[in-house]
């Protein structure tokens, strides 16, 4: 695979697109795909070459025949041959360019499609959050189509139609008077001309046809994704009449353009029956002239009728290409975005010592109208344990998001070891954090799969470990599939509590230098969570280990504990201190005391947009 190209600043459209495209046809530090790309070309021209001969030969023959053939001489059978032979190594030569090109061909649509997949887990969880899932994903399945397309029509329909159309008219030139090339000439040109005329008119339809079908697109699957929400309110109704309307809206779209499609064929067919006819007026008097044979005006006919196919599919093709250039800008255009959070040139990796994390007046906000931290400052020595915790909407998840840097501070700075983590790369910054995070979200696969994503290369015996460490072994081994279970999509198939501890145990296996732990058990029974808790303090010993908790009892043993409101730090201290001074820390404590003696359920586990908003 040749090296990434550095994306478009800009969103290429139109044929500027082919700007982009270009470089992957003709790859940097790979000759064999250049030596494919110059025989493809050599094999094209060779193609057309034999395709603009063949009606010279049945010229030929036709002039052999009509000048009577004497007894016992026989039929002309070598132009016969050389007629078929021609046409054959026009089909052969055709075959092989397709051939020899298909490579290159496949290779630029895989490198691309790895580009525009590398880009998007480039790009910030701002971008992410911000995302239409549906309208995404189809804006890449219909880019990587339309490269396919385009390379496919463009290269191997267009221009070589274009190249025939120029030897057909110097042939007419040479061989008969001017007119006919001319008439010949004009009537390719008014068709070309109508085509890309009407074309871009109805371009506006098909970007329409394209956002519309997003739409739709993305509403199903959002309605999909939240099948147990609609359930709960008994809105199928209102789902489906969401999802008409977007229907309804590309059903607009899609008659305006089938409408402008008939007008577009039906000029189309004026133009070359009218130059149809003129050419073969003229052949005819000059045939009556004597000035032309009958082989001249059956050459002229089979020239005519054999760019008339191409011409016809010329129509189409070029609807195609101005199609696969509009599916390609929504790709390209998610090349050009932004990468907000990029390492500095020639970053080092983060040097990584006992792990300590230190928070220097930090501020930030997701929207600069609204701060969420108002300048946090707090360390996290090495090997001690540091709790945050807090009301909804304190900034608690946002530090965690700051530290993992998925957001750059406004103003501040975040050390870890003594290292600012803007100075050093991303990969080595998280690679040193392990997260359990509040929303467990899992693979469409196995257990297995989803354990060892903490560290791909880990044995089954460790990744067995880590789901012992996890306290989730036993309900692993009581499935009939035990670690080879199908989880579902995002870990449906799992309760609350068993995907948690999935991601404990992934997290575990990656054997992180910190640990950070966003209301980890927040979706556990109360023993279960004790159970946890103890092991999360035998694996944490020795490690840097920041919690982020709600539940004031996971984190009684903390060494220290940082109380958040409003963005600021209202308290600090170990949960003795904070009781015996009877602020903020003791009221919480008690309200969820009380509360635990009402309702001795574990609290639900809030979802990451619940805890910032």
């Known amino acids: 695979m040749s090296a990434p190209l ?26 064999d795909l250049r030596w494919r790309v110059a025989g493809a070309v050599l094999c094209l021209i060779l193609a057309k070459a034999a395709t603009v001969y063949v009606p010279l030969w049945y010229k030929a023959a036709v002039d052999r025949l009509d000048q009577g053939i004497p007894a016992g001489l026989g039929l002309p059978i070598g132009l016969i041959f050389a007629y078929g032979a021609t046409r054959v ?18 290779h630029a649509i895989r490198a691309i499609g790895l580009q525009v997949f590398q880009h998007l887990h480039a790009l910030s969880l701002r971008f992410h959050l911000a995302r239409q899932t549906g309208g995404l994903t189809r804006a890449i399945e219909r880019g990587t189509k339309g490269v396919q397309s385009l390379l496919s029509y463009l290269l191997f329909s267009v221009l070589p139609t274009l190249f025939e159309i120029a030897l057909v008219c110097i042939i007419l030139w040479r061989m008969f008077d001017g007119w006919l090339a001319l008439t010949t000439a004009v009537t390719v040109l008014l068709y070309i001309g109508y085509t890309l005329s009407v074309t871009e008119w109805r371009i506006q339809f098909r970007r329409n046809m394209n956002e519309t079908d997003s739409q739709a697109n993305t509403h199903a699957i959002e309605s999909l994704l939240n099948y147990e929400t609609v359930k709960y309110f008994g809105n199928e109704r209102h789902e489906a009449e969401r999802y008409d309307g977007a229907l309804k809206r590309y059903e607009q779209a899609a008659v305006r353009s089938n409408v402008s499609l008939s007008l577009l064929n039906i000029g189309q067919a004026f133009i070359i029956s ?110 001690h344990t540091v709790a945050i915790v807090g009301p909804s909407g304190a900034g608690k998840s946002t530090i965690g998001r700051l530290l993992f840097r998925f957001y750059d501070v406004d ?43 903490g560290r791909p290369d880990a044995t089954d015996a460790e990744v067995e470990e880590a789901a012992r460490l996890a306290h989730i072994e036993r309900m692993i081994t009581a499935m009939p599939d035990g670690y080879d279970t199908a989880v579902g999509e995002r870990g449906l198939k799992l309760s609350g509590g068993e995907k948690q501890r999935v991601a404990i145990a992934r997290t575990l296996l990656k054997q992180p230098a910190i640990f950070m732990f966003d209301e980890a058990t927040s979706a556990l029974d109360t023993h279960t969570e004790r159970d946890i808790q103890r092991n999360l303090r035998e694996v944490s010993v020795g490690r840097t280990t920041l919690i982020i908790a709600h539940r004031l009892s996971t984190v009684v043993d903390a060494d220290e504990i ?7 730090i209202v308290e600090r201290g170990r949960h003795v201190a904070l009781m015996a001074q009877g602020g903020r820390y003791a009221a919480m404590w008690a309200r969820q005391q009380h509360g635990a003696a009402d309702d001795p359920a574990p609290a639900p586990a809030q979802s990451a947009a619940e805890a910032e908003f």
Do not use: C
């Open 6 to 31: 550095k994306p478009p600043a800009i969103p290429p459209k139109g044929f500027a697109a082919l700007r982009v495209l270009f470089p992957f046809l003709w790859p940097k530090g790979r000759p």
């Open 89 to 106: 190594a026009s089909l052969v030569f055709a075959e092989l360019r397709d051939a020899i090109f298909a490579k290159v061909g496949q």
């Open 274 to 383: 009218i130059g149809l006819t003129l050419v073969m007026w003229q052949a005819a008097i000059g045939i009556s002239e004597g000035r032309y044979t009958l082989g001249d005006f059956v050459l002229v006919n089979t020239y005519l009728l054999q760019l008339y196919q191409p011409l016809g599919f010329f129509g189409f093709v070029y609807r195609e290409v101005k199609q696969s250039m509009i599916d390609m800008e929504r790709m390209f255009a998610l090349l050009a975005e932004n990468v907000e959070i990029a390492d500095k040139p020639d970053a080092p990796a983060l040097r990584l010592g006992g792990g300590a994390i230190a928070f220097r007046d930090v501020a930030f906000g997701y929207d600069t109208r609204r701060p969420i931290l108002r300048g946090i400052s707090f360390d996290v020595p090495s090997g």
């Open 411 to 453: 103003a501040g700075a975040i050390l870890i070891d003594g290292q600012d983590i803007r100075d050093v790369t991303q990969h080595s910054v998280r690679a040193a954090v392990g997260i359990v995070p509040q929303d467990t979200v899992l693979f469409n696969d196995t257990i297995r799969y989803n354990i060892r994503y």
């Open 562 to 568: 940082i109380v958040l409101d409003d963005g600021i």
